[in-house]
C-alpha cells in the first residue's frame, strides 16, 4: 500500500513570496490533515479536512495561510504571504475517518524562508 | 487548555540500559493517545494507541502503559536503533484535535 505522497520534499524563498505544498493522502482515507513542525517542537495541526469539508482549522493563520482539499482526495496548503517565521517542516498526515483511527504522515516538506 | 507535556527533553542511554518516557496530557475527556517515533528528516510512524487508563501495548522492545493523567514508553534493553525522537499525541473525545507533545530525544550509544 502507498503511503502518503508530499512534494515538494524542500523549498526556499524570500519573505513576502509565496509558496504551495501539495499532499496526495493513501488511498480510501476520508481525514486529511496538514500539520507544522517547528525544528525542537512537535507538530502543530493547522487544519484537518473530513473529505471535502473542513473539520478543524481553529490554528490556520488565515491571513496568510489557506488550503483546500480537492474532490475529497489531493490537498495544497498555500502561504502568501511568507514570514520569516514560517520556517518549518509542513506535513501531510491522512486516516480512514474512523474515531481513534491512526493517522499516516508524509516525509514533509522542509521550508525556509529568507 | 489543553495540554500534552513529555519529559524528559532527551535522554542518552547505553545499549541495554533500560528507562522510561514520560508524557503527561491535561486534556478533559481522552479519545486516545498516541505514541510515534520520529527519525531525523522523516514524518512521524505509527507505534501504538492506548484508549483507557491500565491499557498496556508492547511492540519489540517498547511498552507503552497509561493512566488517567499519564503514559509512559518503557524501553528494554535498547540499541542503538532505537535511538529518535519519541511524540505522544493525544485525541480529545469533545472534537478530533489531535495535541502532540515536543518529543523526547533518545540517543543510544553502542
Known amino acids: 500500500e502507498a503511503g502518503v505522497a508530499q512534494s515538494p520534499r524542500y523549498k526556499i524563498i524570500e519573505k513576502r513570496q509565496s509558496v504551495a505544498f501539495w499532499c496526495n493522502p493513501i488511498s480510501g482515507h476520508a481525514t486529511l490533515y496538514w500539520y507544522q513542525q517547528i525544528l525542537g517542537q512537535g507538530p502543530k495541526l493547522l487544519i484537518q479536512f473530513q473529505n471535502n469539508g473542513v473539520v478543524d482549522d481553529s490554528q490556520l493563520p488565515k491571513d496568510r495561510f489557506s488550503a483546500e482539499r480537492l474532490k475529497g482526495v489531493d490537498s495544497t496548503l498555500k502561504i502568501q504571504p511568507a514570514k520569516l517565521e514560517d520556517s518549518a517542516v509542513y506535513l501531510c498526515?491522512?486516516?480512514?475517518?474512523?474515531?481513534?483511527?491512526?493517522?499516516?504522515f508524509g516525509p514533509g516538506t522542509r521550508l525556509l524562508v529568507l | 487548555e489543553d495540554q500534552v507535556t513529555q519529559s524528559p527533553e532527551a535522554l542518552r542511554l547505553q545499549e541495554g540500559e533500560s528507562s522510561s518516557l514520560n508524557c503527561s496530557y491535561t486534556v478533559s475527556g481522552l479519545r486516545g493517545l498516541f505514541w510515534y517515533r520520529q527519525d531525523p528528516g522523516k514524518g512521524p510512524e505509527f507505534l501504538f494507541t492506548l484508549y483507557s487508563a491500565g491499557e498496556e501495548k508492547e511492540k519489540e522492545r517498547l511498552k507503552a502503559t497509561l493512566t488517567k493523567k499519564e503514559s509512559f514508553l518503557h524501553i528494554t534493553a535498547p540499541k542503538p536503533e532505537d535511538s529518535a525522537t519519541y511524540l505522544c499525541a493525544s485525541q480529545e473525545t469533545g472534537g478530533f484535535k489531535t495535541i502532540f507533545g515536543a518529543g523526547t530525544r533518545l540517543f543510544v550509544k553502542a
Open positions: 498526515a491522512s486516516s480512514t475517518g474512523r474515531i481513534q483511527e491512526t493517522q499516516y
